[in-house]
């Protein structure tokens, strides 16, 4: 299995074919694994439930990233070995969604009820349901966590090849921990530090979500300095700005855009910098209305409307739109620079602009 190079008549990457081979191998892992353990006398749910979270929606994002890095970084030969190690990215990606939303006491994702709401209403006949519905998803996303270490060893790489992919993937791990860290202790006490705010941003997700998928990838083609330091200087903006986005949809998006209800994120008190140029900009009133408002886990639609509002008319929410627009640029720029080769780089210019386009 693996995605085929692109001939010299059709020099674009078709992103749905990738796609559709991530998901293929995580659908032949998952199914596997599920197999096994029920020949083996174990619950065969866990990895079902994993099957059924992983394959309800998603945008693929890490796992692309990682084939195109092998492009950016001329890799040459089979991709299927890329293809399995790209796969690994969206099982590590679910394990951390899975605890995320235990984290954030989440109902919903991609539109369907979070793993631990999932279980819980399995077992509803258990008087402590919503517990065991959160451990249960605690130790799903362990083992997803596990199966993504699996599925990058299992990959079918050259030594070499899986000791530089495991430096990679190291760091991405280490940092985005730090990162949900950094979030969870500004989670409802936003205040208006933007710095902060940018801060958590670099680790959640210029780090994780596009640095290290395109470091991973140039990592299995045997990239050298130069293209690391290219594809850094292309992510470091891009996730910025898919982040800053991501903070506008969480608060004024659709149900339908994002799959999650657009509450949560002010009912957690994320501290985003989005309401951290509001709290900046805003008159004594309206900070104390943000201030009351955002991180009450009870707040309804009316009031969150009244913080949208506030949120528009100091200008945060066109502040951001325009950091959106400045580092899609950046990004953009990078890519005139790094000397990728041209199927690369019109690959990363179309995720510049897929990832950050206005959906609200």
């Known amino acids: 299995m693996g995605v085929s190079s692109p001939s010299s008549a059709d020099s674009s990457l078709d992103f749905l074919e990738i796609r559709r081979e991530i998901e293929a191998v995580l659908e032949g892992f998952l199914t596997e694994k599920a197999d096994a353990a029920i020949a083996a006398c174990l619950p065969g749910d866990v990895a079902l439930l994993m099957r059924d979270f992983v394959s309800s ?7 692309l990233l990682c084939v195109i890095g092998w492009y950016a970084a001329e890799g040459r030969g089979d991709t299927g070995p890329v293809i399995r190690a790209a796969a690994s990215l969206e099982m590590s990606h679910a394990s951390a969604l899975v605890h995320d939303d235990i984290m954030d006491a989440s109902d919903t994702r991609r539109g369907q009820p979070t793993v631990h709401r999932a279980v819980a209403a399995r077992h509803a006949d258990r008087l402590d349901a919503e517990e065991f519905g959160r451990n249960v998803a605690i130790l799903i996303g362990d083992v997803a966590f596990a199966w993504s270490a699996e599925m990058l060893h299992n ?21 985005v921990g730090y990162g949900q860290y950094l979030d969870l202790l500004a989670q409802g006490r936003p205040t208006e530090d933007c710095e902060a705010a940018l801060k958590i941003v670099r680790h959640k997700t210029a780090l994780y979500t596009c640095e290290s998928p395109l470091h991973l990838g140039a990592a299995l083609a045997g990239a050298e300095a130069r293209h690391f330091a290219a594809l850094t200087a292309y992510a ?3 996730g910025e700005a898919f982040q800053l986005r991501d903070d506008l949809l969480g608060v004024f998006g659709e149900v339908e855009t994002t799959g999650k209800p657009c509450l949560d994120d002010l009912r957690s008190g994320k501290h985003t910098v ?3 140029l509001a709290l900046q900009r805003g008159d004594p009133g309206q900070r104390t209305a943000l201030e009351l408002l955002v991180g009450n886990p009870a707040l309804a639609e009316d009031d969150a409307a009244l913080v949208r509002g506030i949120l528009t008319t100091t200008g945060a929410r066109d502040e951001v739109e325009h950091m959106i627009g400045v580092r899609r640029e950046q990004a953009q720029r990078a890519l005139d620079e790094a000397g990728f080769p041209p199927i690369a780089t019109d690959a990363l210019r179309r995720i510049a602009e897929l990832a950050t386009e206005r959906k609200s």
Do not use: Y
């Open 57 to 63: 929606g998603g945008k693929r994002i890490r796992p």
């Open 155 to 175: 990959a079918g790489l050259a030594p070499d090849r899986l000791v530089a992919a495991l430096r990679v993937v190291d760091r991405m791990r280490t940092g």
């Open 236 to 238: 470091v903006p891009l």
């Open 274 to 276: 989005l309401l951290a």
